[in-house]
T-cell receptor, first 120, second 110 residues
Framework: ETGVTQTPRHLVMGMTNKKSLKCEQH?????MYWYKQSAKKPLELMFV???????ENNSVPSRFSPECPNSSHLFLHLHTLQPEDSALYLC???????????????????FGAGSRLTVL | GQSLEQPSEVTAVEGAIVQINCTYQ??????LSWYQQHDGGAPTFLSY????GLEETGRFSSFLSRSDSYGYLLLQELQMKDSASYFC???????????FGSGTKLNVKP
């Protein structure tokens, strides 16, 4: 496989469930991202992992928990979600922008197809 | 904080030229990017401007003016397949954060 692969593509869960979203990239990138996409809203950056360091958006609720075991895999663990968490969750990867400034590859995000989450 | 403003929707006819504007406010700046997203699909990278001026890639061009915190995406010879949402994005100097606008839905009509 090539590019960025996300599984599952669709997920329906109750508010008391625990589930995980998985992302895998085969591009040799060393930065990975989780974005949330809701209708009519900007893509919301949730988490960034670069060179195994994590950067968080402080507004993301603790019911979302990321895990990045290596530079190719990224997970988003979900527990006790709310209906307003229903959205498309997009994973992306890039070359790490750290210390690369205007380097083109550091400024290109490659996205997966997304995981459509519905919370009942 | 960071904010990016772009029109919510634009309609044009096949063969025409359309310009999608983006204004931004960021705490730092490492360039303006554009992404295309078809319904049900993933955003895909179109272009990136780090410096002022025009970048051309086939039918698509992108422009940046850093002094005005402004850029645009120009689509020429519009085709029906160009109907999609277009997002501008900035990377700021605060680590690895990329911020996106709300997107402009482009409707191309015959």
């Amino acid at each position: 496989e090539t590019g960025v692969t996300q599984t599952p593509r669709h997920l329906v869960m109750g508010m008391t469930n625990k589930k995980s979203l998985k992302c895998e990239q085969h591009l040799g990138h060393n930065a990975m991202y989780w974005y949330k996409q809701s209708a009519k809203k900007p893509l919301e950056l949730m988490f960034v992992y670069s060179l195994e360091e994590r950067v968080e958006n402080n507004s993301v609720p603790s019911r979302f928990s990321p895990e990045c075991p290596n530079s190719s895999h990224l997970f988003l663990h979900l527990h006790t979600l709310q209906p307003e968490d229903s959205a498309l969750y997009l994973c992306a990867s890039s070359q790490s922008p750290m210390d690369r400034g205007l380097f083109h590859g550091a400024n290109v995000l490659t996205f997966g197809a997304g995981s459509r989450l519905t919370v009942l | 904080g960071q904010s990016l403003e772009q029109p919510s929707e634009v309609t044009a006819v096949e063969g025409a030229i359309v310009q999608i504007n983006c204004t931004y406010q960021t705490s730092g700046f490492y360039g303006l990017s554009w992404y295309q997203q078809h319904d049900g699909g993933a955003p895909t990278f179109l272009s990136y401007n780090a410096l002022d001026g025009l970048e051309e890639t086939g039918r698509f061009s992108s422009f940046l003016s850093r002094s005005d915190s402004y850029g645009y995406l120009l689509l020429q010879e519009l085709q029906m397949k160009d109907s999609a949402s277009y997002f501008c994005a900035v990377r700021d100097s605060n680590f690895n954060k990329f911020y996106f606008g709300s997107g402009t839905k482009l409707n191309v009509k015959p």
